[in-house]
């Protein structure tokens, strides 16, 4: 009995000694991984659970053959005609494309989601689609969702056409406005990254260098004037050379704009200002604004819902000396055969992007 008890310590002092062995050697192999041979120390850096989180858990991915997936990158080169599939992890995702594709209602697009992931479904892409598509994740507290801008992922698709190195537009004379406060961009999109683009003027012939500051080029955007000046107007359009083939962009009208931004600069008068009874009488509702800015109009007069009125409306572009554009936009209120009680206020309330303003005129008896 004593000889076998024996035994058991001897067994088990034996092991207890090639436990210890293990550990050193363990320690050991973790030492001289952490010394390089020139004897310098070498940090470990040990994985950072937080790395898990974010921007890895939701990927904007390409869907490829066979079930293969491909992350995309700032920017993606991909063969018109092909349908492409995009899909972006999470149960409640946010999708942007070019606009054209809601401008049109377009039926080649469309877009699902699942439990784990949306899928955008763009069938038969041509040139015209290239642009910057993006997903996000939705988050929600109760009824408000708002965009996490942490897990936002882009990727600008070029959908590369050597027949087609500009980005088509359905406008063939493209109207561009210079402002003195912010920069202006010639909209020269490109469907090849690589191809070579310049821009010219039309009248006199002459090429506008980029130069890196005053001038810049974005493939993703076009030619940007960072000062812009009475001196730009005119006629424009771009060159783009690729592997040889030269092709010339639509073409892009530059109007100088010296109009403040905000709510209507509005005029109102009538015409004749001396009336009588039975007289046809016109107010005029005028307004000063950026050409591209629309303005609506509104009226309150005497005989609203009680008497007949005709009101057209209409706008247009004019030059105000120095080469500066402005939009003048018109609502003419006419009255025929005026009576009794069509004398007193006529109120005008124009409204644009930027706010709305209300003026008066009095129509009375002369």
């Not at 012939?205 to 080029?217: M, S």
Request: net charge positive; charged share 20%; aromatic share 8%.
């Amino acid at each position: 009995m004593k000889l076998w008890v024996g035994l058991c310590l001897v067994l088990l002092c034996v092991e207890l000694q090639h436990g210890a062995c293990q550990a050193v050697k363990r320690r050991k192999h973790v030492e001289d991984g952490r010394n390089r041979s020139d004897g310098k120390r070498v940090r470990v850096r040990q994985p950072n659970p937080n790395d898990r989180k974010g921007k890895g858990q939701s990927l904007l991915t390409q869907v490829l053959d066979k079930g293969r997936f491909l992350r995309l990158g700032p920017s993606t080169g991909l063969s018109p005609g092909k349908n492409l599939e995009l899909r972006c992890k999470g149960n409640s995702i946010g999708w942007s494309y070019p606009t054209y594709l809601d401008t049109f209602n377009d039926s080649r697009l469309s877009i699902k989601q699942s439990d784990k992931y949306s899928q955008l479904v763009l069938t038969s892409p041509s040139a015209a689609d290239t642009g910057p598509y993006s997903c996000w994740v939705i988050v929600c507290d109760g009824t408000e969702c708002q965009k996490d801008h942490d897990r936002t992922f882009l990727s600008y698709i070029y959908f590369t056409d050597r027949d087609n190195l500009f980005v088509p537009s359905a406008i063939h004379f493209e109207i561009v406005y210079l402002r003195p406060d912010k920069p202006a961009v010639v909209p020269c999109r490109v469907t090849e990254p690589r191809a070579k683009v310049t821009l010219h003027r039309e009248v006199p012939p002459e090429e506008i260098a980029a130069n890196g500051t005053l001038v810049t080029y974005d493939p993703t955007r076009g030619f940007v004037l960072q000062q812009p000046s009475p001196e730009h107007q005119g006629v424009f359009y771009c060159k783009a050379v690729f592997k040889g083939t030269p092709q010339i962009s639509t073409k892009y009208q530059l109007l100088y704009v010296e109009v403040p931004s905000g709510p209507p600069f509005v005029s109102l008068e009538a015409s004749p200002e001396s009336v009588r009874g039975g007289d046809d009488v016109n107010v005029t509702c005028c307004v000063l604004g950026e050409p591209e800015v629309d303005v609506s109009f509104t009226w309150t007069y005497p005989g609203q819902d009680q008497r007949p009125v005709h009101i057209q409306s209409s706008w247009r572009l004019v030059n105000r000396g120095m080469g500066h554009t402005t939009r003048v936009s018109k609502s003419v209120l006419t009255l025929v055969d005026l009576e009794t009680i069509d004398f007193g206020n006529y109120v005008c309330t124009a409204k644009n992007q930027h706010g709305e303003t209300i003026v008066t005129t009095r129509i009375t008896a002369s």
